[in-house]
C-alpha cells in the first residue's frame, strides 16, 4: 500500500488504548493497525500549512512568513500569559484571538516523564495530554480565558516542572506520583485572579495506555532532511511519536507541512 501525503500531527480518540489517525490523500490511515508492519517514509518536499505553497518549513508546518504573519501562531500561543483578547488588544488578528483565547481553558497535572503543569483548552481534553504522552491528567482549574490559565502556569511552574522529557516518555521511564495530592499542594500558589475556578471536588484521573508492542530502550531521532528515506518495523505509538525496532523515533508533529511517500508493506 501506498500514500501520499503532507504531514500533519496524527489525530487521536481516547479508547482502552489511544486510537491514532494519519490524514492522507483522500483517505485516513489506521495507524494501529500498522504496528509490527514495515514502514518507510520518504521526503519528497515542503508544504506550508498556512499559504499551501512549495516553501521550506521553518517551524510548526509553517514558511518563514507565514510564522511571523499569522495569527495561529503568536507568541501567546506558547505563552498564554501573553494573551490580550480579553482586554480587545490585538496581537495578530483580533477577531481570530477572540476566538481562541476568549474559550474555557484548563490547567492540569500530567504524567508522561515526571509531573508537569501545562495549559490547554477545555476543548482540546484530552488530545493535549494525548500529544504530550502523559499516562495519566488531572484538571486543577477551568476558567474563561487564556490569559488566566496563563498567569496560573506561570505561578505553578516555580513549584513544579512545565516541560516533558522526551526521552523518558518514549522509553516509558515514567515517575509514580498522585496526582490528587499534588494538585492540593499546588493550591495555595494559584494566583487570586483564578482561584475561585479551582475545582475542588473533581478527583477525577483521566488514564491513557498507548498502542505500544515494546519501548525503546535508547532513542534514535528520525529527521528527515538527514535521512529522506527510512524503512522501519513499527513497534508503537505514543505521544506524537512512531517507535521503531530499531529504537528510531519520527516526530509527526515535528514534521508537519513535510510532503511524504509512505509506503507499507
Not at 492540593?184 to 475542588?200: C, G, H, N, S, V
Not at 515494546?214 to 532532511?225: A, G, H, R
Request: glycine residues 4%.
Amino acid at each position: 500500500m501506498q500514500y501520499q501525503t503532507v504531514l500533519k500531527k496524527m489525530m487521536t480518540e481516547l479508547n482502552d488504548v489511544v486510537h491514532y489517525y494519519l490524514d492522507v490523500e483522500n483517505d485516513v490511515l489506521n495507524l494501529n493497525q500498522l504496528l509490527g508492519r514495515e514502514i518507510e517514509i520518504s521526503f519528497e518536499g515542503y508544504q506550508c500549512l498556512s499559504c499551501g505553497k512549495e516553501k521550506k518549513i521553518f517551524r510548526q508546518g509553517f514558511c518563514y512568513d507565514c510564522f511571523y504573519d499569522s495569527a495561529a501562531v503568536g507568541d501567546w500561543i506558547m505563552k498564554p500569559e501573553l494573551s490580550t483578547a480579553h482586554l480587545n488588544i490585538e496581537d495578530r488578528d483580533l477577531e481570530y484571538e477572540k476566538q481562541v483565547q476568549l474559550k474555557p481553558h484548563v490547567v492540569y497535572l500530567a504524567l508522561s516523564s515526571n509531573v508537569k503543569v501545562g495549559v490547554t483548552r477545555k476543548t482540546q481534553v484530552p488530545t493535549r495530554w494525548i500529544d504530550q504522552g502523559a499516562t495519566k491528567a488531572i484538571e486543577i482549574v477551568e476558567v474563561p480565558n487564556r490569559y488566566l490559565a496563563g498567569i496560573t502556569e506561570v505561578a505553578l511552574k516555580d513549584y513544579v516542572a512545565d516541560k516533558t522529557s522526551w526521552q523518558k516518555m518514549l522509553k516509558n521511564d515514567v515517575l509514580d506520583a498522585d496526582l490528587i495530592e499534588e494538585r492540593e499542594k499546588l493550591k495555595q500558589y494559584i494566583p487570586a485572579e483564578a482561584l475561585d475556578y479551582f475545582l475542588p471536588n473533581n478527583g477525577k484521573i483521566t488514564e491513557i495506555n498507548y498502542p505500544v508492542i515494546k519501548y525503546p530502550s535508547k532513542i534514535k531521532t528520525l529527521n528527515l532532511e538527514k535521512t529522506p528515506v527510512y524503512s522501519g518495523k513499527l513497534m508503537g505509538i505514543k505521544g506524537q511519536y512512531l517507535l521503531f525496532e530499531d529504537t528510531t523515533v519520527f516526530n509527526v508533529r515535528n514534521s508537519e507541512g513535510y510532503r511524504v511517500l509512505i509506503n507499507i508493506s
